[in-house]
């Protein structure tokens, strides 16, 4: 969608207070809006859309306790090794066939 917004400025926001089970998402990310939307039609008691900024932003509200951070640490060389291991494995297997 071409919005006439520049990318710096097409953020993604979430709000939250530690007094409400709810917390506020704001994006103009595709990826999040799409899994937001879907997950909003599944659920309607847990999440809805509340707002369509009509340039490409939407706006919901999702219970708090089905939302998720992940920090993930940085992987060490071994699981890296592990991964790359694990490639070249499944790309020898499509050259056998």
């Known amino acids: 969608m071409i919005t006439g917004i520049k990318k710096t400025h097409k953020t993604t926001e979430i709000f939250f207070d530690e007094a409400s089970d709810i917390l506020i998402i704001n994006t103009y990310n595709t990826s999040l809006k799409n899994r937001l939307t ?13 707002d369509d900024n009509e340039v490409g932003g939407l706006s ?8 998720a951070f992940r920090i993930l640490p940085p992987p060490t060389d071994e699981r890296k090794a592990k991964a790359r291991a694990s490639a070249e494995a499944l790309n020898k297997g499509k ?3």
Not at 60 to 67: M, N, Q, V
């Open 38 to 50: 879907a997950y909003a039609k599944e659920y309607p008691s847990l999440c809805r859309q509340t």
């Open 60 to 67: 919901f509200e999702i219970r708090k306790d089905r939302f």
């Open 95 to 97: 050259k056998g066939n």
